[in-house]
Each structure stands twice: as C-alpha cells, then as structure tokens.
Nanobody, 121 residues
Framework: QVQLVESGGGLVQAGGSLRLSCAAS????????MGWYRQAPGKQRDLVAT???????NYADSVKGRFTISRDNAKNTVYLQMNSLKPEDTAVYYC???????????????WGQGTQVTVSS
C-alpha cells in the first residue's frame, strides 16, 4: 500500500557531502514522523535523525552539526543533507515514515530498502 524509495547514496571522501532523498507513495492519507536510520556491518540499526510533520527535528549526537534533516510535506519526501562526512558514517541508510493509509485510523511504520553510503579516509 505504501512504498518508500530512497536515492542519493554513494561513495565519497572524508570531509565530503551527500544528500539522501526518500519519497513515500501509495494509498497515503497522512504522514506523521519521517526519518533516517543507519546500520553498519555487524551493528544494530541506529537512529540518525527524525522530523515531525510540523518540522521538529531530533538528531543522534554523532551527527549533530553535520547532518540536516528536512521534508517536503506536499511531496511526502524526506531529505538528509550530510556534510563533513567521516569514515564512521559508512553504513546502509534506511528511511522510514509513519503513515496513515486511506481508510485506516491507525499509523504504521514503513521502511525503505536502504541505500549504501561509503566514506573513504
């Protein structure tokens, strides 16, 4: 019913920048929170940043001051601008959206397929 499609990952040198995008589509009535998580090899999936429909944001301490999350509510799209990238930022980045589908009263979390970000030293 709902699909999340990510784009923008890739290989970048330390100190460089990347911008991730994630668009939600399908039978959507409303989208509450959207955000990004990441998972490095052998590690758990950790929160990177979230943003509410009203624009309130939350960041992991490790990315504060370097990453900026934003969203376009009209397009159901969330972005992650990543600056001053470090090798430890290397991971698969997953977007998520808390969505109320048409005809439902409840919100459900949906996930993207993940996009690889690799930062070389």
């Amino acid at each position: 019913q709902v699909q999340l499609v990510e784009s923008g990952g890739g290989l970048v040198q330390a100190g460089g920048s990347l911008r991730l995008s994630c668009a939600a589509s399908g039978s959507i009535s409303s989208v509450a929170a959207m955000g990004w998580y990441r998972q490095a090899p052998g590690k758990q999936r950790d929160l990177v940043a979230t943003i509410t429909s009203g624009g309130s944001t939350n960041y992991a301490d490790s990315v504060k001051g370097r990453f900026t999350i934003s969203r376009d509510n009209a397009k159901n799209t969330v972005y992650l601008q990543m600056n001053s990238l470090k090798p430890e930022d290397t991971a698969v980045y997953y977007c998520y959206a808390r969505v109320r589908v048409k005809g439902s009263y409840a919100y459900t979390d949906y996930w993207g397929q993940g996009t690889q970000v690799t930062v070389s030293s």
